[in-house]
């Protein structure tokens, strides 16, 4: 990207990944002696000690009553924990919206699987009405926070209609893009909510690093252990990598004023796409601009990319047809300067 060009398209949420400071001071303490390769998976590698104590730290961050398991990415996060979750009985019950890899791991599972409406409880309580009376098992798969359209899913109702009408089944919520931004600590927005069975969360966005994360029971941990396949036959992340993202979790715990300031840029943000008819004022640190159709979306991301501004068109079949768009996704480190800027760029192209 050009020097002087503000990035609105990073998931950079709270603006570490470009801070030399963190990464000074992190080399000072550990002394960059950590291998940068592991040569081996997970299950076979030499050096375990970095991803024990990793791991050790996101369970007492969530409380202690948990165990954590790392994975490469949130791709192989999902592509090995969903398969491993069904059965020959289990039917996937998934939000429409959910991304890429929950997909992909549904299609992997050999499974049933069924979509309801963007976070419609009536229509997911249709679903697991119907689901009960076959007496079949449901894994309910949501997104905390929604990668294109930035919105927040109802946990809290989903998980009571999970326990009342499926309370066999299990709740896997995906926490990518909240995970280091939202809830006490930046821990997400399903810590605490009784029924959620296996939160997943990224380093690889808001935590400046790399890899993933589950929070989930010993007995679920033992069986991904045994059964994902994503985490058995893949080389594990370098032991410098894992060191250097629990360093940057820990801290992270802690960033509350990164997390205030994002989040009034997002409000600032919500006002200016508002302005610009582009959907509701709801503050979230992920918006669209929806010009519906990619020829639009295209000329729209050349056009403020001549005036400073990278913000990625996003198009069918990424979306779906119709809701092309901009993906505007804030990091702290953004300006309130650049906000105004950016304003003046969207009336001068409507002009």
């Given at each position: 990207?050009?020097?002087?060009?503000?990035?609105?398209?990073?998931?950079?949420?709270?603006?570490?990944?470009?801070?030399?400071?963190?990464?000074?001071?992190?080399?000072?303490?550990?002394?960059?002696?950590?291998?940068?390769?592991?040569?081996?998976?997970?299950?076979?590698?030499?050096?375990?000690?970095?991803?024990?104590?990793?791991?050790?730290?996101?369970?007492?961050?969530?409380?202690?009553?948990?165990?954590?398991?790392?994975?490469?990415?949130?791709?192989?996060?999902?592509?090995?924990?969903?398969?491993?979750?069904?059965?020959?009985?289990?039917?996937?019950?998934?939000?429409?919206?959910?991304?890429?890899?929950?997909?992909?791991?549904?299609?992997?599972?050999?499974?049933?699987?069924?979509?309801?409406?963007?976070?419609?409880?009536?229509?997911l309580r249709g679903i697991l009405e119907s689901c009960r009376k076959e007496g079949k098992r449901v894994l309910i798969i949501v997104e905390s926070v929604y990668s294109m359209d930035g919105d927040y899913a109802p946990l809290e109702e989903i998980a009571m209609l999970k326990n009342a009408l499926a309370p066999e089944g299990l709740l896997y919520v995906d926490e990518a893009h909240a995970v280091g931004v939202e809830g006490p600590s930046g821990l997400g927005l399903a810590n605490g909510i009784k029924g959620v069975d296996v939160i997943a969360g990224t380093f690889g966005k808001a935590l400046a690093s790399a890899g993933a994360y589950a929070v989930l029971s010993a007995e679920l941990r033992d069986w991904m252990v045994n059964r994902s396949r994503s985490l058995i036959f893949s080389t594990a992340l370098p032991p410098l990598q894992i060191a250097w993202t629990e360093w940057i979790f820990r801290k992270s715990l802690s960033m509350d004023s990164e997390r205030r300031r994002l989040s009034e840029l997002s409000a600032r943000l919500a006002e200016i796409l508002y302005r610009h008819e582009a959907g509701d004022c709801n503050p979230g640190h992920i918006r669209p601009l929806i010009t519906g159709s990619p020829h639009s979306a295209v000329e729209l991301s050349g056009r403020l990319r001549e005036k400073g501004f990278n913000v990625l068109p996003i198009r069918t079949p990424t979306v779906p047809p119709g809701t092309d768009r901009l993906r505007f996704s804030l990091s702290a480190n953004i300006t309130f300067d650049n906000l105004a800027a950016l304003d003046a760029a969207l009336d001068n192209i409507r002009e």
């Open positions: 990207m050009p020097c002087g060009m503000v990035d609105m398209s990073s998931n950079d949420y709270l603006g570490l990944a470009s801070r030399q400071d963190l990464r000074d001071e992190f080399m000072a303490s550990s002394g960059g002696k950590l291998p940068l390769s592991s040569s081996a998976s997970r299950l076979l590698a030499g050096i375990q000690a970095p991803f024990t104590s990793l791991e050790k730290t996101i369970a007492e961050a969530y409380g202690g009553d948990r165990e954590a398991l790392v994975f490469n990415s949130g791709y192989h996060a999902n592509t090995g924990m969903i398969p491993a979750l069904c059965g020959n009985n289990t039917v996937v019950v998934a939000d429409k919206l959910v991304h890429a890899s929950i997909i992909d791991g549904m299609k992997l599972s050999g499974c049933r699987f069924v979509r309801f409406r963007h976070n419609d409880t009536s229509h």
